[in-house]
């Protein structure tokens, strides 16, 4: 074959993506920092599921065609750094096809270079060793040695061997990676989706590694059925405005743990689901756990449960369908009855899908976009007067659908952003790109919870949106920021010995302690980021801090630092991170 067109190109797509889907959690293992939100594998692949369900319905022939709805799926999908990479090197991708039906061995290489030249343009300070580097390096290669007559399948070949090539040398270019043992994380996740291209031009083309489906639509694993678990008498009415989806499954735990799952923990598991829906039922027992939630995102849900185990049964219903229904009965039944529309109560349906219209209402000047998660969080953020809460943060980085739809939302000429997470900058700031043309978007590149409430803290309704601006940025860079979490794994790095589930503190991005107790790890922290010119102390307690330990350390605290600092210590209710710490 010396040419392709949209049709294989979809099928490579399709591969490219179940590819990565089978082996995302081997990808989240490869994360230098031993936190439990080491997502690289998990943004990737939630984004690259949501280019190829862009084009999975799509015949058109043209690879022009499909390649631009690929990037578009990719661009809205994005998620974390490493996701919003990806959708950059296949926005250049689509960019080197454009018009085009067909493409022989030149053309696509040109196009795989067009995407490296893009995906650095896309990111302000490249850093070599990580994904960039990879696609570079086997891009370039796949140029200089393609031939205009090259069979298209040995075309992708070459470019999956030099990038496998490239990845295995990450780690002289980036330290950190030799100093842990790992590769880089985004260069594996984007050899395994040009692994799937390959195997798709050799007709052999990847399927997801999902349980099969019995005659009674329930999922097996080939073994006999475990007991169903008593989740006693749910709630099935729509208590949430939304409405969104109902989704229950059971998941069975494996033992002893293999190296592609984490280990299960109920307070932190319920706490992601009280994050990302309600009308919550947890229920374990032994080696199972149950699981009822109304959701807006249940593909979400399913794909952070699945790093903890495998399904053996899923049901979702749609609950704004359901609801639409009932309330179309509902009318049928009054007509019967010969009760007339006009008698009828008014029944205002709000659907769960996205919309990108302009709602009906006035435009104010400004408005405030904050990412948080933790019902304290929130609060704190709604009393500085955000206008929109983008659930997220550490653990599930949101895509730039999200804060587009945030945006709309807002309906401000002006609006504020903070991602208050590094690792959603980015995502941030394509979704202002995404809506320029609508209003000014500003993103506020806060990297912590701390930063991004100290930032909404100063802002001034009576200022400009340049000194609000200048003044954000000059009190954050004030704000030391720490936070403490428990190590998933044991490692040194940065000179500290880690250890599985013991806890560590962490000041911008390094690990400076650790500890078998949180409130020892702490202490510990403090004593690093506090100095002579320390003025305030702010303290967010996560979910997992009980009553008693919080008296312990505020007690603590108080003595060390009370006589001379400020201190607060608030509930923050957020998964994951037991604590978030701020000095000023």
């Known amino acids: 074959m010396i040419k392709i067109d949209g049709v294989i190109l979809k099928r490579m797509i399709i591969s490219g993506s179940n590819n990565l889907y089978n082996s995302y959690p081997e990808i989240d293992s490869l994360n230098v920092f031993p936190v439990p939100d080491g997502d690289t594998g998990t943004n990737m692949n939630l984004t690259m599921q949501s ?36 959708s950059q090197i296949f926005r250049g991708f689509a960019d080197g096809l454009q018009g085009k039906d067909s493409v022989d061995a030149l053309e696509l290489a040109s196009a795989f270079l067009s995407a490296k030249n893009v995906a650095y343009k896309a990111v302000m300070r490249p850093v070599e060793g990580t994904i960039l580097t990879v696609i570079r390096e086997a891009s370039q290669a796949l140029y200089d040695k393609a031939e205009k007559d090259m069979p298209i ?8 061997e030099e990038a496998q090539k490239s990845l295995a040398r990450t780690p002289d270019l980036l330290p950190v990676l030799k100093e842990v043992g790992v590769v880089d994380s985004g260069g594996a996740g984007l050899c395994k989706i040009l692994e799937g291209f390959a195997k798709a031009l050799h007709n052999e083309i990847v399927e997801k590694n999902m349980p099969s489906v019995t005659e009674s639509g329930s999922y097996s694993t080939g073994k006999p059925q475990a007991p169903s678990l008593d989740v006693g008498n749910v709630q099935s009415k729509f208590e949430h405005k939304e409405f969104g989806y109902c989704t229950q499954f059971l998941m069975q735990i494996p033992n002893p743990l293999p190296k592609d799952k984490k280990a299960f923990n109920e307070k932190r598991f319920k706490a992601v689901l009280e994050a990302h829906g309600n009308s919550i039922v947890l229920v374990t027992d032994e080696d199972l756990v149950k699981v009822h939630i109304h959701t807006l995102k249940p593909g979400n849900i399913l794909t952070y449960a699945q790093q ?19 309330m179309f009965e509902d009318s049928e039944e009054r007509s019967e009855a010969g009760v007339g529309a006009d008698s009828a109560p008014k029944i205002e349906v709000t659907t769960s899908a996205p919309t990108f219209e302009r709602k009906a209402k006035e435009w104010k000047d400004c408005g405030m976009i904050a990412v948080a998660v933790g019902e304290g969080i929130e609060r704190l ?18 895509a730039t659908s999200d804060f587009v739809k945030a945006i709309e939302e807002v309906h401000a000429h002006t609006v504020f952003v903070f991602p208050n997470n590094g690792n959603i900058v980015m995502a941030a700031r394509q979704a202002a790109e995404i809506c320029k043309d609508q209003c000014r978007v500003e ?34 860079a004030a704000v030391k920021s720490g ?46 980021m506090v100095t002579s010119d320390s003025q305030i102390i702010t303290i967010l307690c996560g979910e997992d801090v009980t009553p008693d330990e919080k008296e312990k ?14 201190i607060t210590i608030e509930d923050g209710k957020q998964p994951v991170y037991s604590f978030f710490v701020s000095v000023e």
């Open 51 to 86: 280019g190829a369900k862009e084009v999975f319905n799509k015949n058109d022939g043209s690879i022009g065609s499909v390649s631009k709805d690929f990037a578009r799926g990719l661009l809205m999908g994005a998620r974390g750094n490493s996701g919003v990479i990806l």
């Open 443 to 476: 993103v506020i590149p806060t990297k912590t919870i701390p930063e991004g409430l100290v930032a909404c803290m100063v802002y001034n309704q009576a200022s400009t949106v340049e000194e609000n601006m200048e003044s954000m940025a000059e009190n954050v």
């Open 308 to 326: 903890f185990g495998e399904f053996k049964m899923i049901k979702i219903d749609n609950m704004t369908e359901q609801h639409e229904e009932l």
């Open 553 to 566: 350390l505020t007690s603590e605290v108080e003595k060390r630092y009370g006589d001379a600092i400020d």
């Open 153 to 160: 399948d040995e075309c992708m070949d070459l470019l999956y």
């Open 381 to 398: 953020f709604r009393d500085l007067s955000v206008d929109y809460i983008v659930s997220g943060g550490q653990t599930m980085n949101p």
């Open 483 to 528: 936070e403490v979490t428990y190590a998933i794994k044991d490692t040194t790095i940065d000179g500290v010995t880690v250890a599985k589930d013991h806890f560590m503190g962490i000041t911008g991005k390094k690990i400076v302690c650790c500890h078998k107790h949180k409130i020892n790890t702490l202490l510990d922290m403090l004593e690093k």
